[in-house]
């Protein structure tokens, strides 16, 4: 529940141009934990960063408005939070990367997705349509969620392809979800463990020029 309400401010700031074929929970920066903090010694920043834009379509002309859908469009990206336009090979949209989204938020909130072990991609595409029509793929899909993800689910699919995303309301029923759960939104769990190593760095750091300071005043 910590995660949620940054992610649509950083999908709303790249979305103005670019729609994403893949949103991806594992990547790493080599050197650079970019999760939390700026790399993740400036405890408390809070911030999180989109990192792999690799499979990123840019959707608007040079002049702002928007490319028409391609009457087909091949499936691309991740199969666990690819949206169901890509599964119905449609042009993909920000709505789509908001369904890819709110996939990955659902994962993060009860710990996986019914279709994880699926490799399937008409099975896969058959359960996500499955859980806006059926009480038990819907069940299989929100059970262990807040109620409000149903709703931003239903605020997602009623967008229209040229259409922005209502971000307010998503983010009002992410803040409802918070409260309704009594979840603490801050700090991050990875920023307690990492305050605790920065913290003990920092102290051993200290203790070492304290013993060199001693040194040389002996000397």
């Known amino acids: 529940m910590v995660l949620p309400p940054q992610l649509p401010s950083k999908l709303w700031k790249h979305s103005k141009i670019f729609t994403g074929s893949a949103i991806y929970t594992e990547t790493s920066n080599q050197g650079t934990i970019q999760l939390g903090g700026q790399k993740l010694t400036n405890y408390g920043s809070l ?3 989109v990192l792999d834009f690799g499979m990123c379509r840019k959707f608007v002309h040079e002049d702002g408005t928007i490319k028409k859908p391609r009457p087909v469009a091949a499936f691309r990206g991740s199969l666990r939070y ?6 119905s090979k449609r042009e993909l949209c920000r709505q789509d990367d908001c369904e890819s989204w709110l996939y990955m938020v659902i994962e993060f909130t009860k710990g996986g997705l019914p279709w994880r072990n699926t490799t399937d991609m008409a099975k896969v595409g058959d359960e996500k349509r499955a859980a806006r029509v059926s009480v038990a793929a819907g069940k299989r899909l929100f059970g262990g969620c807040p109620r409000e993800y149903i709703d931003i ?3 997602i699919d009623a967008g229209k392809f040229f259409e922005e995303p209502d971000y307010n309301k998503l983010y009002s029923l992410l803040r409802q979800a918070i409260k309704n759960t ?7 769990d990875w920023e307690e ?5 920065v913290r003990n760095s920092k102290k051993h750091s200290s203790k070492q020029d304290k013993e060199g ?5 002996a000397e």
């Open 182 to 188: 009594c979840s603490n939104e801050y700090p991050y």
């Open 193 to 197: 463990m990492f305050a605790d190593q």
């Open 47 to 49: 911030q999180i960063y």
């Open 82 to 87: 690819a949206p169901v336009s890509c599964h």
């Open 153 to 155: 689910m239903r605020v």
């Open 213 to 217: 300071n001693g040194t040389q005043s």
